[in-house]
């Protein structure tokens, strides 16, 4: 990875050092770009921790290059508002030149949500256009996080 910064925060949306983690896959009708969703559960304060070092490695993280299934890219990071769910919560896009072949750019939507000892991050991905992950159902997914968290 062309930056460290860049790393830590692919890792910490990815739950790479969370106890444990799941990923379910979103399908959508009518559109064949699907969406995800990451839910990485954290022993006792380390989700608080690892959030505050997510959003400063974001803050820092403008663009990176990286090897992926299709070859060498280079990703461009753009920060969006930030959305009013969960304890903290931030949105941002991946945005990577794809080349006259694919008729635009690949951009992934990632909104991170962090709830009690759990961040969960929603992804959307689209190619020659823009998606968001439903705000609505954002909302939902968090909500039904922090009720099994009281049980």
Partial sequence: ???????????????????????????????????????ASYEDGKAEQSFA???????SCRS????????????TV???SQPQVGDEAVSF?????????????????????RAGNTIATFSMLNVAGSSSFPAELVSRQVDRLRNAQRR
Wanted: contains cysteine.
């Fill in 1 to 39: 990875m062309s930056d460290p910064a860049c790393q830590t925060m692919i890792d910490i949306r990815s739950g790479r050092s969370a106890s444990a983690r799941i990923f379910q896959t979103f399908n959508w009708k009518g559109d064949i770009w699907g969406g995800g969703s990451i839910l």
């Fill in 53 to 59: 070092e997510f959003k400063q490695a974001l803050a």
């Fill in 64 to 75: 990176f290059e990286g090897e992926g299934y299709v070859g060498k890219f280079k990703a």
């Fill in 78 to 80: 753009a920060v969006e």
């Fill in 93 to 113: 896009r991946e945005i990577i030149p794809m080349g006259p072949e694919y008729r635009g750019d690949r951009d992934e939507q990632f909104v991170v949500v």
